[in-house]
């Protein structure tokens, strides 16, 4: 039989990136791509109060401006998070500004933030909701994130951030805010304990009915410093991180002919890097914070290895981009057999161990 998915996308990779991404942005929102069958019972978790029917979630970046949500849950994702949008629409940086690294199956991106800003993102996001006597209702059965960032021209993080967080609250089941992209200058530095305190201080004096609210680190931060952020991250109302967001080192191992453009490395080369974020911080977080893993997931062993680690959930791009839908299925029937391997009967034994370690 003809696998169709895979062939769009074979030929979406025939085509530059950037043309290629909003050709399937544009296709997913239309629901030209399908809709997955329901999930094995045993892949339904529980996390931040919320339901999902699978672990497996699509990171932010894809689809930047909430256009294809729906089109993306139907793909078989157990969470969508849209974004990462910011105050005010800007282009982002010069193209080219998205690279293939087919041979080491990555990407690196330098896009900078480019967001159509926040009142367009909200009609986008309206579509999704109908009216209620106390605000809006979700009208779909996944989980949806919302990531915030700040412009890369007169930005006041401490103003803006818990401003957007005000437009899109009574849309998002959960809210991430944006500390570590490569491509803003400046962002990295707000990862400080000192500024995400000051932060998310300034989000929970003007927003304490929000949703949860994670914040996504950087990999490229040294180990001895995430001690100070995480415990910040506690002790000032955060209730989840999200590890990680893309690298600015370069492995030696690369071999594809952009490996030495700017930007942020996504994919592949970040599996070892992610992993070991992953399981430091969970040694210091002590279960004290949802955490979820993001970097470098290709396989369903490598979901349970990340939810074994400390994970309640984890997040794809890149295997996402390359494979296209039907990554979502192998991943999935690789999760089941590997848990049928260890013998582990559904998701929630999982996370009763990690809590109890």
Not at 165 to 177: L, N, P
Request: aromatic letters at 4%; one cysteine or more; charged letters at 20%.
């Amino acid at each position: 039989m003809i696998d169709t998915g895979k062939i769009a996308s074979w030929m979406l990779r025939q085509l530059d990136p950037e043309l290629a991404h909003e050709i399937a942005i544009r296709s997913i929102g239309a629901g030209l791509a399908g809709k997955t069958t329901p999930d094995d019972p045993s892949l339904k978790t529980h996390v931040l109060g919320l339901s999902f029917p699978n672990p497996i979630g699509l990171a932010a970046g894809f689809d930047k401006n909430a256009r294809a949500i729906r089109g993306l849950a139907h793909l078989g994702f157990g969470y969508v998070e849209a974004g990462t949008v910011t105050p005010r629409p800007q282009p982002g940086n010069p193209r080219p500004r998205l690279f293939r690294l087919l041979n080491d199956g990555a990407i690196i991106n330098r896009m900078g933030f480019n967001s159509c800003g926040i009142d367009q993102f909200c009609q986008n996001l309206a579509h999704l909701y109908r009216p209620s006597h106390n605000g809006t209702i979700h009208t779909g059965s996944h989980p949806i994130g919302i990531n915030l960032g700040i412009n890369k021209i007169n930005a006041h993080p401490l103003e803006d951030y818990p401003a957007l967080i005000g437009r899109v609250k009574s849309y998002a089941d959960y809210i991430t805010i944006n500390l570590s992209s490569p491509n803003t200058p400046g962002l990295r530095d707000l990862q400080s304990a000192d500024m995400l305190s000051q932060i998310l201080d300034a989000i929970q004096q003007k927003h304490s009915d929000r949703p949860p609210l994670l914040v996504k680190l950087s990999p490229d931060i040294d180990d001895e410093s995430y001690e100070p952020i995480v415990e910040a991250a506690i002790n000032h109302g955060a209730n989840g991180l999200i590890l990680t967001n893309t690298t600015l080192a370069r492995p030696q191992t690369l071999s594809s002919p952009h490996r030495h453009e700017a930007g942020g490395l996504s994919g592949r080369p970040l599996t070892e890097r992610s992993r070991h974020v992953l399981q430091h911080v969970s040694q210091i977080s002590k279960g004290r914070l949802t955490l979820i893993s993001s970097g470098g997931i290709e396989s369903g062993y490598d979901i349970l290895q990340r939810l074994q680690m400390g994970a309640s959930l984890v997040q794809v791009y890149t295997s996402f981009i390359y494979e296209g839908p039907t990554v979502l299925t192998r991943l999935k029937h690789e999760l089941l057999d590997a848990m049928s391997r260890e013998n582990v009967k559904s998701l929630s034994e999982i996370s009763a161990v990690s809590s109890a370690s």
